[in-house]
């Protein structure tokens, strides 16, 4: 069982969208999956209330900020949305629980310089620099042939992190959200292009 933390104390960079189609991916493919929400406004449990009956279950995981714990045994796979402005003791919980971080991260130099310092604290956790906990960027609302892609490449190559691949702005993940749906619970055929950018992004996440 794997923990996933998608992380940036950026606001606005796509953390729920990720989390939520992440979830989405694990139980199309009928896994045992938990989505556990450390904001406060707690948005992607928001999300499951919309979700409809006879999709592919996702169940909610609730994590006790005083004493956080593993979620239960035999959960196949497990995906914690953060807030905007993360730190302190959500911080702490959410790097205790992760087995991988995945910080989505918009090429804009504003988007860029905001997120650094995370980014840089990151790579000097005790737990990432032994590779117990792997880190990875996802480009949000971008074209990878651009050279706002090209740049962040850049950037993120410095800090010796992985950019696991690039999701473009499309209204589908907008139209998706407001009914509780991911990309895997429509025709494929409505999200073809969308499906092909997350290859890359599932491949890792689902690596043991």
Known sequence: ??????????????????????????????QWVALADLDRQLSAHAWL???????????????????????????????????????????????????????????????????????????????????????????MRVDARTRSAEQLHRFVEGLKLPVLGFVRDTQNYVQLAAHGLTLWDVAKSRVEKDLEQWAPIIEWASKK
């Open 1 to 30: 069982m794997a923990v996933i933390v998608v992380a940036n104390p950026k606001g606005g960079v796509g953390k729920s969208t990720l989390s939520t189609n992440l979830a989405g991916y694990f139980a199309a493919n009928g």
């Open 49 to 139: 209330d919309l979700r409809p009956a006879g999709m592919p279950p996702i169940e909610e995981w609730k994590i006790d900020l005083d004493t956080p714990a593993k979620p239960p045994r035999g959960l196949e796979q497990a995906v914690v949305d953060t807030p905007a402005g993360l730190h302190g003791n959500r911080f702490d919980v959410a790097l205790e629980l992760a087995d991988k971080v995945i910080v989505p991260l918009q090429p804009s130099m504003f988007d860029i310089l905001a997120t650094q310092q995370f980014l840089e604290r990151l790579a000097k956790e005790k737990a990432v620099r032994r590779g117990s906990i792997e880190v990875g960027v996802v480009g």
